[in-house]
């Protein structure tokens, strides 16, 4: 099961989580829409979710160009 981690101060994402055993990313929009993105190791889990990242500026510069697709948990 997938542990949702809230994001604040975000305009584009409200949630964030990470499987560590899949290398995946997960995300949920405003909208309630969540999204997956594979091939992410650790590192990219850590540079994606520091703090001071804008989410939706990594997301276009890196994980747009990741397996991804929308996750229908």
């Known amino acids: 099961m997938i542990e949702w981690i809230p994001?604040?101060?975000?305009t584009?994402?409200?949630?964030?989580?990470y499987d560590?055993?899949?290398?995946?990313i997960y995300v949920?929009?405003?909208d309630g829409v969540e999204?997956?993105?594979?091939?992410?190791p650790r590192d990219v889990w850590e540079e994606f979710s520091s703090p001071g990242q804008?989410?939706?500026q990594y997301i276009a510069?890196?994980?747009?160009?990741?397996p991804n697709g929308r996750y229908a948990g």
């Open 54 to 56: 804008s989410r939706g």
């Open 35 to 40: 999204w997956w993105y594979a091939g992410c």
């Open 61 to 66: 510069r890196v994980l747009n160009f990741k």
């Open 28 to 30: 949920r929009f405003p």
């Open 7 to 10: 994001i604040s101060g975000s």
């Open 12 to 17: 584009r994402l409200v949630a964030e989580a």
């Open 20 to 24: 560590h055993e899949t290398e995946t």
